[in-house]
Nanobody, 121 residues
């Protein structure tokens, strides 16, 4: 099957950590830019992070810079988003997407199914 399968969402207290995973089947993630988007209630879709064809080409939204880290494991065909020091405003549905260019969804190979991340005490 050609798909992206996400895991790792859930409920966490403020200041806690979660790691999201995005695993590809049927194509190679290293051939694409891999994005993490999120959409919070009442908000538009926001680009959170992206890793380009080169692993040192990473991008982050200002709101998560210094707290989130994106990485790619080519052997496992998986991209990760490590989220530390989580805040209530990080609460959203998170989606991964394989695209040609970072944050440009007009050329998207596949979308993940989305995972709910809730940060609350």
């Amino acid at each position: 099957q050609v798909q992206l399968v996400q895991s790792g969402g859930g409920l966490v207290q403020p200041g806690g950590s979660l790691r999201l995973s995005c695993a590809a089947s049927g194509f190679r993630l290293r051939d694409y830019s891999i994005n993490w988007f999120r959409q919070a209630p009442g908000k538009g879709r926001e680009g959170v992070s992206c890793i380009g064809e080169s692993d040192d080409n990473t991008q982050y939204a200002d709101s998560v810079k210094g707290r989130f880290t994106i990485s790619r494991d080519n052997a496992k065909n998986t991209v990760y988003l490590q989220m530390n020091s989580l805040k209530p405003e990080d609460t959203a549905v998170y989606f991964c997407a394989a695209t040609i260019y970072c944050f440009k969804t007009g050329l998207t190979r596949n979308w993940g199914q989305g995972n709910q991340v809730t940060v609350s005490s």
